[in-house]
C-alpha cells in the first residue's frame, strides 16, 4: 500500500463523487422548490446518456462537443415535464404526485427498452482517449474532463443560485411560496426553472457519464439510487448538502471498492447513510 | 371612489366555504380593522385580496383594477403590499435580502436606495442587522423586518396581518406608532388584530367578521360603544355579568 495508490483513489473517488454531485443536485433543487421526488430522474440522466452517444456512433460527435447541446435539450425537456405533467399534479394528493413521477419513469424506461432494445452501447475511441499523469496519479483522461466538467457546472449552478436575482426568487419559493407570491414572485415559473435546471444538470451529468460509462434503458437506477442517498444524506433540499455528499460517497465507494470487492462497493455507502439519518433525521446540512 | 374594494367576496378552502358576501372598502389614507374571534374569516379576506385563495363569488378591485381575474403574483404591481401573519420571512436569507426581494421589480440602483433607506429611517435596527440571517433574530425584530419588506414596494395600500402577535409590549408600541406613521405618510392600512380595544383605539373603521360572515361594520370609536361587540365575541347576551374584557377574551 503506498501512498501514491492512496492519493489515486482519492483522486478518482472525487472525480466519481462530483458526477454523482451533480446528478442529486438536480434532485435536491425540484425537491428544495417544490417538495417533490422526481422519481424519473435517473431517466433523465438514460435520455441524456442516449443522446451523446448516438451523437457519437452517428454523428461521429463528441459528447464533450454535444453537450451544451444535450444540456439545453434537456432544460427544455425539465420545463415541458413540469408544464405538460407536474403542473396538473400539483394541487392534488402527495400520492399524486409521486405517481406521475413514477409512472414517467416506467414509461420512459419502456420507451428507451421499446426504442432502442435492452442492448448495452458505449463510446468506442472517443476524442478523449489516453490517461494523464499528475504527480505520480494516473487518471483516464475522459474521467478528468468529467470531474472538472463536473465541477465547472456545479459551481455555474451554485452562481445562477446564490448571486443572481433569478436565483434569489427560487430560493424565496423553496424556502417561503406564499410570501414569495406576496412579493410579485411567479412561483409557477420558478416550479419551471427548477424542472429546467435539474434536467441541464442531468444532461450534463450524463455527457459526461457516456464517455466511460455504457448506456441501456435501467441505466439510471444505478446512479439514482445513490443520488436519493446523496440527497437524503446532504439534507433535503439543500444544494451545499448534496454536493458534500456527492462527493463524500463518490470517494467513499472508490475506497470500499477497492478494500472490499467492487461489487459491494456501495455496501458502506449505505450503511454510512443509515447510521447518519439515524442520529440526524435531516441529514447533514439539512434544515431542522 | 375607494382604494379597495371587495363586493360579496365568497371564499372556498379546498370544498369548504369559509367566508360569505364579504363586501369591504378601504379609502385612501385610511386604517381599517379586521376584526372577529378566531376562524370567522379574518385572514381569508385579507388572503383573498393578494388571490392567496379561490374566490367562489364577487369581485375585488383595487384602485381601477379587477384584481379577482389576477394571478397572485400579479397583485402585488398594483400597489398592494401583504404583511402575512406571523412575518414570514424567508428564513434563511439575511435582511437585506429580505428587503431586496420585497422591493419586487425595482432594478435601479437609485431607488433601491431611497427605498431601503425609508425603511432603515423607520427601523434604524434593521440597518444594524442588515447582513444578518432572519430567523437568526427576536420575534419583534422578524416582525419589523417582515413591515420593512412590505415597504419595499412603496405600496398604496398595505394589508397587515396581526403585527401584534406575539410581540413584547415595547416593541407593540414602536409597530403602533410605525402604522400611524406610514399612515400620515399616506398609505393606507388594512389590518388584522386580536386585540380588539387596541385595533379600535388605532384604526378609523372597523369590519368584525363571525363565523365568515361580516356581523358588524362602522367607524371604530362607535363599534367600541357597541352593545353588539361583545355579543359577537362572547356568544351570549350583551349585559351578561362577566368580568372578562373583550379585549383579554380575544386571546
Redesign the interface.
Known sequence: MTAELLLQLLVSGLGMGFIFALIAIGLALIYGVMNVVNFAHGEFLMISMYASVFAFTLGGLDPVVTLPFVAVAMFGFGVAVYYLLMKRVLGGAMHSQIFATFGLMVFLQAAAQFTFGADYYSINHSWLGGTVRIGGVTLPMPQIVAAVGAILCTACLYLLVFRT?VG??L??VS??R??????????DRMNALAWGLAAACIGVAGSLLSNFYYVFPRVGAVFVLVAYVTVALGGFGSIGGALAAGVAIGVLQVFSGFFMTSTLKFVPVFALYLLIVLFRPTGLLG?Q | MPLLETRSVGVALGDVQVLWNASITVEPGEIVCLLGPNGSGKSTLMNSVSRLNRLVSGEIWFDGTAVHSLPPHKVPQLGVSHVLERHRLFPFMTVYENLLIGAGSVTDPAILKQRFERVYTLFPRLKERERQVANSMSGGEQQMCAIGRGLMSDPKLLMVDEPFIGLSPKFREEVTKTIQQLNRDGIAILMIEQNVRQALALSHRSYILKAGQIALTGRSADIAKSPQLEEIFFARKSGATTSVSPASAAH
Open positions: 436575482r434569489r426568487s430560493r424565496a424556502q417561503d406564499v410570501a414569495a407570491l406576496t412579493m410579485g414572485i411567479d412561483a434544515k
